[in-house]
């Protein structure tokens, strides 16, 4: 049986003091590396690993990630994808977006690190990364997500406070099933199962909610979601078990422990503001397709660490 790793909540070694920009989820860019001309060190203990295309989920510990990717490519030279605004990559809409073309530059395989806000989509992912990449996502609990964004996102979507109740009935609004087309923003980026949003489960049925109860269609969508985030093509792992998923990422790319310290990025503690009893059995109810995702992948993340 594998050992549990608890890592020391330490600042990752990286080029950090050279570079002036950093992250905070949906709110500022990520560190901004050196133009790819740039000399980078190497490390001579630091052997090269592969590609990696991290799809960035809204608040489940990506940032946090986001910031080890970053400290591994530094190490190793990796080229990394920036967008136009040093923060999204097209999303809410599909990858790499429209504004991002001068930045990115057209798909010739010429990535290493893919790594901010986009809708994951393997096939035009790989276009942009170099071969054999690595795919890396990171889900949480669908509730404790949907209350996290609540508290982080506020009520700049109705642009008044409101009630959690107010919030709830907002909420089934938004999720309740349509036929029709799901308009591309961040509102429902953020709150119309969000987790699945930004891994391409609207983009993949065609920007529509009418097959979010669907579960044939959910299962499809997860068998195809599979092929990208199991062994050895990438991994899934949850917030809430956020050192054994690092743990397994070293063993699948060759990276030691030392290279996984991490402090926590955008960690607020406990909830801004608390839920009911009632208005959390409530919360639980929405969120579908989340909850078939997050179900999923978390037994395959355990089935995955048995095997160690």
Known sequence: MRAVLVL??????????????????????????????????????????????????????????????????????????????NHRLGWPGSFPGAKNGRAVGEPVHQYELILHHAVFNATAYQAYLKPNPYFVSVLREPT??????????????????TSWQEHLAWLKALQAPDQGHVPVDKARGRFLNPQAWDLGWYEYVGFTAAHDRDDAMVRRWLAHLEKSFTF???????????????????EDLGIDVQELQYVPINHRGSAKVSLTEAESQELAGLYSVDRALQAHFNATFWRRWSRG
């Open 8 to 85: 020391p909540w330490v600042w990752f070694s990286s080029r950090a003091q050279d570079v002036a920009e950093c992250a905070v989820e949906d709110g500022h860019s990520l560190l901004q590396l050196p133009p790819e001309n740039t000399p980078q060190p190497r490390s001579s203990h630091e052997g090269p690993v592969r590609p990696i295309g991290f799809a960035k989920v809204h608040k489940t510990g990506g940032t946090t990630f986001a910031f080890i990717a970053l400290g591994i490519a530094s190490r190793r030279g990796m080229r990394v994808m920036f967008p136009a605004d």
């Open 144 to 161: 404790s997500q949907a209350a996290s964004a609540r508290n982080y996102f506020g009520d700049m979507n109705t642009g008044h406070a």
């Open 232 to 250: 050895p093509a990438g991994l899934i792992w949850m917030t809430e078990h956020f050192e054994e998923g690092l743990v397994l990422l070293g």
